[in-house]
C-alpha cells in the first residue's frame, strides 16, 4: 500500500498466532537492518514509508492479543551500528505516522459503508413500500384464492429480500473495521524502543527478518 493512495481495509493481511493467549509483554521484532521494516519500493522518505508487509502482519496480529486496557510497546532489535545511523530517529515516527495513517484509511472506508449503507436503505424501503402496495393490490385484483395470496405474500417476499443489503451493513459490516481501526489507533500511540545487540545475534534466514514473542 502507497500513501498515495487510499488502500482498501479489506485488503489487510492480518495473522494472529494460533493457539495463543493474550500477550502480556511487548512486541519484539529483530532486523539486520533498518530497511527491512519499510516496504522497498516506497520512495517517501523513513518517515513517512509504509511499513514492510510482513512486519505490519506480525505487528498487528500480535497487537490484537493485548487486552485492550493494555498499551502496547513495541521492542525493535538490530545491530548497533543500525541503531547508530541518522535514520534510525525516524523509527519510531513512521511507525507511528504508518499506523495513524492506517487508522485514517479505516475511518474513510467506515464513512464509504455507512454511505452505502443509508443509499441501500432508502432504496429497500422504497422498494418494500411498493411491493406493500402492489402486492394488496394483486390480493384485490385476483381474489384471496392461490394466485392473489402468491403475489400479495411474493411481493412482501421480495421487498423484505431488498432490504437484505442495508440490514447486513448495520448490523455486522461495520463492526470488523471499526474494532480493526480501534487497534490502529492504539498502534499510533504505541511505545517504540530500539533494542541494540551485537551483529551476530541478528537472525538468519532467506528473508533477514526475525520475530520474537
Known amino acids: 500500500m502507497n500513501r498515495r493512495s487510499r488502500a482498501s481495509a479489506s485488503g489487510d493481511r492480518r495473522s494472529r498466532p494460533s493457539g495463543s493467549t493474550h500477550l502480556d509483554g511487548p512486541i ?6 533498518i530497511g527491512q521494516i519499510f516496504h522497498t519500493l516506497d520512495p517517501l522518505p523513513f518517515r513517512e514509508r509504509d511499513l514492510d ?24 532489535h538490530m545491530p548497533a ?9 525516524h523509527i519510531e515516527e513512521a511507525i507511528r505516522n504508518y499506523f495513524a495513517y492506517r487508522s485514517e484509511v479505516l475511518g474513510w472506508d467506515l464513512r464509504d459503508l455507512f454511505r ?13 413500500a411498493a411491493c406493500i402496495v402492489l402486492g394488496k393490490g394483486a390480493g384485490s385484483l385476483l381474489g384471496t384464492g392461490y394466485l392473489g395470496r402468491f403475489f400479495d ?3 412482501i417476499i421480495l421487498g423484505w429480500v431488498a432490504n437484505w443489503r442495508p440490514v447486513e451493513i ?3 459490516d461495520w ?12 498502534l499510533a ?24 514473542r
Request: hydrophobic letters at 45%; charged letters at 25%.
Open 153 to 155: 405474500e411474493g411481493l
Open 116 to 128: 452505502s449503507g443509508r443509499a441501500s436503505l432508502a432504496i429497500g424501503l422504497s422498494v418494500l
Open 175 to 186: 463492526w470488523p473495521i471499526a474494532r480493526r481501526r480501534r487497534l490502529y489507533r492504539r
Open 53 to 76: 508487509a510482513d512486519v505490519e502482519e506480525y505487528i498487528v496480529g500480535w497487537a490484537g492479543e493485548i487486552a485492550t486496557q493494555h498499551e502496547i510497546s513495541i521492542i525493535v
Open 81 to 89: 551500528g543500525e541503531v547508530q545511523r541518522s535514520e534510525a530517529r
Open 189 to 212: 500511540v504505541a511505545q517504540i524502543k530500539l533494542e541494540p545487540e551485537p551483529a551476530q545475534a541478528g537472525p538468519t534466514g532467506g528473508s533477514g527478518l526475525a520475530v520474537l
Open 170 to 172: 448495520f448490523l455486522y
Open 28 to 33: 519484539q521484532v529483530r532486523i539486520k537492518n
